[in-house]
């Protein structure tokens, strides 16, 4: 069974920083390319990053460059997103998607609640 | 950026009758390779999202053959056949051609 599991979300004040975690199993996972999207309060769905399996491209979205830091620890089956300089704007469930990005995300998790706030 | 813009914003629908749902671009989205790289997804209510169709028709794996998508350039649809109360819930298109990745704003499903 495939599955994705968020971790690292929560409430933080403006400014603030947080590490964002999913752990993989029941795929490949060194050869998948990863993905975060994102969906604020009852809005629509926002890609955030993506990652190459090997680690060697990321892409983001301009909102979120220079703050947002994908990476992955293909040992340990992991994908991270470093978020720095949060802005009430990031406050979304965060979803780990697993996925060659053009043709879409196949797999995803159950998400994890970023709040951003005083 | 691309815009891409869904209609309508909420389809009230009758069980075992057929939907449609809009996407359209603002630019092409047929790219370099050749391929068209449109996508559709679901989110019912209170669960993650799910694929349904890539690059404009493939269905995923285990989706059900009463949706089906088409369309090509800068207009596409995604097609219930005989709509079921399972697929009550807000569907994406998504586009993979351009940077940024973008979804459409998403088109509430309700039954009447």
């Known amino acids: 069974e495939v599955q994705l599991v968020e971790s690292g979300g929560g409430l933080v004040q403006p400014g603030g920083s947080l590490r964002l975690s999913c752990e993989v199993s029941?795929?490949?996972?060194?050869?998948?390319?990863m993905n975060w999207v994102r969906q604020g309060p009852e809005k629509a769905l926002e890609w955030v990053a993506s990652?190459?399996?090997?680690?060697?491209?990321?892409y983001y979205v301009d909102s979120v460059k220079g703050r947002f830091t994908i990476s992955r620890d293909n040992a340990k089956n992991s994908l991270y997103l470093d978020m720095n300089s949060l802005r009430g704007e990031d406050t979304a469930l965060y979803y780990c998607?697993?996925?060659?990005?053009?043709?879409?995300?196949?797999?995803w998790g159950q998400g994890t609640l970023v709040t951003v706030s005083a | 950026d691309v815009v891409m813009t869904q209609s309508p914003l909420s389809l009230p629908v009758t069980l075992g009758q057929p939907a449609s749902i809009s996407c359209r671009s603002s630019?092409?989205?047929?790219?370099?390779?050749?391929?068209?790289?449109l996508n559709w997804f679901q989110q019912r209510p209170g669960q993650s999202p799910r694929r349904l169709i890539y690059?404009?028709?493939k269905r995923d794996s285990g989706v059900p053959d009463r949706f089906s998508g088409s369309g090509s350039g800068t207009d596409f649809t995604l097609r219930i056949s005989r709509v079921e109360a399972e697929d009550v819930g807000i569907y994406y298109c998504?586009?993979?051609?351009?940077?940024?990745?973008?979804f459409g704003g998403g088109t509430k499903v309700e039954i009447k």
């Open positions: 998607a697993r996925g060659w990005l053009r043709a879409g995300f196949d797999q």
């Open positions: 029941g795929l490949t996972f060194s050869t998948s390319w």
């Open positions: 990652i190459k399996p090997d680690g060697s491209e990321r």
């Open positions: 630019q092409s989205l047929v790219y370099s390779d050749g391929n068209t790289y």
């Open positions: 690059m404009v028709s």
């Open positions: 998504m586009q993979g051609t351009h940077w940024p990745l973008l």
